[in-house]
T-cell receptor, first 110, second 113 residues
Framework: GQQVMQIPQYQHVQEGEDFTTYCNSS?????IQWYKQRPGGHPVFLIQ?????EVKKQKRLTFQFGEAKKNSSLHITATQTTDVGTYFC??????????FGQGTILTVHP | DTAVSQTPKYLVTQMGNDKSIKCEQN?????MYWYKQDSKKFLKIMFS???????INETVPNRFSPKSPDKAHLNLHINSLELGDSAVYFC????????????FGSGTRLTVV
């Protein structure tokens, strides 16, 4: 079945440093979504990418979808303590199933 | 106004008991889901319903039985609870295949002792 791998599993950064998490799918995706889960909270939808090679920005967050639509990345510039949480990618198929990656747990040291 | 609400928020119960978790969404979405999140944060889909019809039924023990009385509600009943069922269970909803993302409830932390 479809697998979505996400790395790294953990990332510890100093406040102000950049952070990137990567997502790879075993199959071609129709779309990729990104979610953020704060400690003790629930996943919150951030964005969806659909087109091959698409790049979208939300303030300090940059999301990319690979040309082959099998990989994606989330880059945060100049992390802040409010960025703490687990970031999930989720790969969508044409028949509607969304498979989540294992998540990257980000801690930011002030 | 809570978009996706789950009850209870916490559930502590003994092995062998039967329990239910309820979920309601007021977003007008037509698709609802149950996800299980283990201690390593891994989110695994269990079930999905579209307009009260079961469309995704992953490999889940048949002790777990979802029920959708209408498209705004999706409940989860668990029979003969086991220690390994301890996890956080999230309900979520979306419109169609979720082009605008899934909206998750705040979760139910189930602890089986």
């Amino acid at each position: 079945g479809q697998q979505v791998m996400q790395i790294p599993q953990y990332q510890h950064v100093q406040e102000g440093e950049d952070f990137t998490t990567y997502c790879n799918s075993s199959t071609t995706l129709s779309n990729i979504q990104w979610y953020k889960q704060r400690p003790g909270g629930h996943p919150v939808f951030l964005i969806q990418l659909v087109k091959s090679g698409e790049v979208k920005k939300q303030k300090r967050l940059t999301f990319q979808f690979g040309e082959a639509k099998k990989n994606s990345s989330l880059h945060i510039t100049a992390t802040q303590t409010t960025d703490v949480g687990t970031y999930f990618c989720a790969g969508g198929t044409s028949y509607g199933k969304l498979t989540f990656g294992q998540g990257t747990i980000l801690t930011v040291h002030p | 106004d809570t978009a996706v609400s789950q009850t209870p928020k916490y559930l502590v119960t003994q092995m062998g008991n039967d329990k239910s978790i309820k979920c309601e969404q007021n977003l007008g979405h037509d698709t609802m889901y149950w996800y299980k999140q283990d201690s390593k944060k891994f989110l695994k889909i269990m079930f999905s319903y579209n307009n009260k019809e079961l469309i995704i039924n992953e490999t889940v023990p048949n002790r777990f039985s979802p029920k959708s009385p209408d498209k705004a509600h999706l409940n989860l009943h668990i029979n003969s609870l086991e220690l390994g069922d301890s996890a956080v269970y999230f309900c979520a909803s979306s419109q169609g295949q979720g082009a605008h993302g899934y909206t998750f409830g705040s979760g139910t932390r189930l602890t089986v002792v």
